[in-house]
């Protein structure tokens, strides 16, 4: 049905900026303020005759909802924060951009938050509290990188009903699940491909010290040596901070102190790409004289010359996940504090739903209000929210493809869920095999296979 709409014109008196609300959608339309409401809300006792002329009254006035008095009438802001620390890692937006694309589908927005400089993260979780966003997910945060004394006294300002998730590295927040890749794992299956390829002397770029990815890291390091036989050498694992420059430095430490390895491995691609910068510098060609392999697999490491061996992390997925958790997690606690409010306001909501589903007449609603004792407003709110409780949204579907294809799986620790990811090797052109005992520090190169 086509119905004739005047587009709204406002006076002269009126500013340009006018922002068109809900009194002047009804005037358009021809309705009530409250039918406009019910139609922005989804509520299912609107006629379609209503509907059309709302839908085509709110696109003649260009009205657009408050979302701030929405969350305040609704106790929701339908907001993810999003916490991290420097954005300049590529490894970091890549993940970012997957939450946010992710939230997007679900009608969330999301508040961006760096933990740089003199920032600090509990100031970050108090900045996000008090009903700002409905959940929190942490990018990049360790635990052992934290005061976690001053994070304590933070997490008050959240609020009970805040979902958190703790992505890539655990920031361990009280009730937050963890989403990270099987550091350990992964690192072992590539060290263990270079030690397949002849290589016995790999020199290790290690992360900060402290921060469980490089402890993760290190360890799956030192089981492909072990695994091989070989011994595992102090001197040949350096630190680094996880940045280019960290890896140039630590390569060139490595060659002034005169230590043979034939191949690099680093705990992350920038550092891995800064090794390479140094090891060309020194005149070596990489993989002739070095093998060079890195972890993350972020987008510059298949164009960077030669392109670089990695392990890859399923970003998009993980990304996507984690913003899944999260709303998922938000509609549960919604769901239970819905459940609250019916318990407050019926003694017997089996009884109500019992009547609604068996009276359609017309007069049924105010029936079950008089048997009830209830105003209008509390039986409405009793419906729609029992209806909430009772067929709440599912968010996580491609969590379950995950699981169901093996590609994460889950487990609980100290009352805390843990999806962990499988990182898979990406071989390129930075690595090759090694036919002789030469490498860098032996005086002769190391022979590659051409691969």
Same mark, same amino acid.
């Given at each position: 049905?086509?119905?004739?709409?005047?587009?709204?014109?406002?006076?002269?008196?009126?500013?340009?900026?006018?922002?068109?609300?809900?009194?002047?959608?009804?005037?358009?339309?021809?309705?009530?303020? %409250?039918?406009?409401?019910? *139609? +922005?809300?989804?509520? $299912? &006792?609107? =006629? @379609?005759?209503?509907?059309?002329?709302?839908?085509?009254?709110?696109?003649?006035?260009?009205?657009?909802?408050?979302?701030?008095?929405?969350?305040?009438?609704?106790?929701?802001?339908?907001?993810?924060?999003?916490?991290?620390?420097?954005?300049?890692?590529?490894?970091?937006?890549?993940?970012?951009?997957?939450?946010?694309?992710?939230?997007?589908?679900?009608?969330?927005?999301?508040?961006?938050?760096?933990?740089?400089?003199?920032?600090?993260?509990?100031?970050?979780?108090?900045?996000?509290?008090?009903?700002?966003?409905?959940?929190?997910?942490?990018?990049?945060?360790?635990?052992?990188?934290?005061?976690?004394?001053?994070?304590?006294?933070?997490?008050?300002?959240?609020?009970?009903?805040?979902?958190?998730?703790?992505?890539?590295?655990?920031? %361990?927040?009280?009730?937050? *699940? +963890?989403?990270?890749? $099987? &550091?350990? =794992? @992964?690192?072992?299956?590539?060290?263990?491909?270079?030690?397949?390829?002849?290589?016995?002397?790999?020199?290790?770029?290690?992360?900060?010290?402290?921060?469980?990815?490089?402890?993760?890291?290190?360890?799956?390091?030192?089981?492909?040596?072990?695994?091989?036989?070989?011994?595992?050498?102090?001197?040949?694992?350096?630190?680094?901070?996880?940045?280019?420059?960290?890896?140039?430095?630590?390569?060139?430490?490595?060659?002034?102190?005169?230590?043979?390895?034939?191949?690099?491995?680093?705990?992350?691609?920038?550092?891995?790409?800064?090794?390479?910068?140094?090891?060309?510098?020194?005149?070596?060609?990489?993989?002739?004289?070095?093998?060079?392999?890195?972890?993350?697999?972020?987008?510059?490491?298949?164009?960077?010359?030669?392109?670089?061996?990695?392990?890859?992390?399923?970003?998009?997925?993980?990304?996507?996940?984690?913003?899944?958790?999260?709303?998922?997690?938000?509609?549960?606690?919604?769901?239970?504090?819905?459940?609250?409010?019916?318990?407050?306001?019926?003694?017997?909501?089996?009884?109500?739903?019992?009547?609604?589903?068996?009276?359609?007449?017309?007069?049924?609603?105010?029936?079950?209000?008089?048997?009830?004792?209830?105003?209008?407003?509390?039986?409405?709110?009793?419906?729609?929210?029992?209806?909430?409780?009772?067929?709440?949204?599912?968010?996580?579907?491609?969590?379950?493809?995950?699981?169901?294809?093996?590609?994460?799986?889950?487990?609980?620790?100290?009352?805390?869920?843990?999806?962990?990811?499988?990182?898979?090797?990406?071989?390129?052109?930075?690595?090759?095999?090694?036919?002789?005992?030469?490498?860098?520090?032996?005086?002769?190169?190391?022979?590659?296979?051409?691969?």
């Amino acid at each position: 049905m086509h119905t004739e709409i005047t587009k709204i014109e406002p006076d002269d008196e009126q500013p340009r900026y006018y922002r068109p609300t809900i009194y002047d959608v009804a005037r358009v339309a021809g309705v009530s303020t %409250a039918s406009v409401s019910r *139609t +922005l809300s989804g509520h $299912d &006792h609107v =006629s @379609s005759y209503v509907k059309e002329r709302v839908r085509e009254a709110i696109a003649t006035t260009g009205y657009k909802p408050h979302l701030a008095a929405r969350g305040l009438v609704k106790r929701r802001t339908w907001l993810l924060g999003i916490i991290l620390p420097d954005i300049s890692n590529p490894f970091f937006p890549e993940l970012i951009k997957a939450i946010q694309y992710r939230a997007e589908q679900e009608g969330y927005g999301t508040l961006l938050s760096q933990v740089i400089g003199e920032t600090r993260f509990e100031n970050q979780l108090e900045l996000l509290g008090n009903g700002r966003v409905d959940g929190i997910i942490t990018v990049g945060l360790s635990v052992r990188q934290l005061d976690t004394g001053s994070v304590s006294e933070a997490l008050p300002h959240l609020g009970e009903d805040i979902a958190l998730v703790c992505l890539d590295r655990d920031s %361990a927040l009280p009730g937050s *699940t +963890l989403v990270a890749v $099987d &550091h350990r =794992s @992964s690192t072992r299956e590539l060290v263990s491909y270079l030690v397949s390829s002849g290589h016995a002397d790999i020199l290790y770029i290690d992360g900060p010290e402290g921060l469980d990815l490089s402890m993760q890291r290190r360890l799956g390091y030192e089981d492909a040596l072990r695994d091989a036989g070989i011994q595992v050498r102090d001197e040949l694992i350096l630190r680094g901070d996880l940045s280019e420059a960290s890896g140039y430095g630590a390569s060139n430490q490595a060659m002034d102190s005169g230590l043979k390895f034939t191949a690099v491995f680093a705990a992350n691609d920038l550092m891995a790409i800064g090794a390479m910068s140094a090891l060309r510098n020194a005149g070596l060609s990489i993989p002739q004289d070095v093998s060079v392999a890195g972890f993350d697999d972020i987008t510059i490491s298949a164009y960077v010359s030669p392109a670089l061996t990695t392990v890859h992390q399923p970003v998009a997925l993980m990304g996507a996940v984690a913003a899944e958790v999260a709303i998922s997690d938000i509609e549960r606690l919604h769901r239970l504090r819905t459940g609250k409010y019916l318990q407050r306001h019926a003694k017997n909501v089996d009884q109500i739903a019992e009547k609604v589903r068996n009276r359609e007449d017309s007069g049924a609603d105010g029936e079950i209000r008089d048997d009830m004792d209830l105003s209008g407003k509390q039986f409405g709110d009793i419906r729609n929210l029992r209806e909430s409780i009772l067929h709440g949204k599912r968010i996580d579907s491609q969590l379950q493809y995950a699981l169901s294809s093996g590609d994460v799986y889950e487990t609980y620790h100290d009352g805390r869920r843990i999806l962990t990811f499988r990182g898979s090797l990406v071989i390129r052109d930075s690595t090759s095999g090694v036919a002789t005992s030469g490498g860098i520090g032996s005086g002769v190169a190391a022979v590659g296979d051409g691969r």
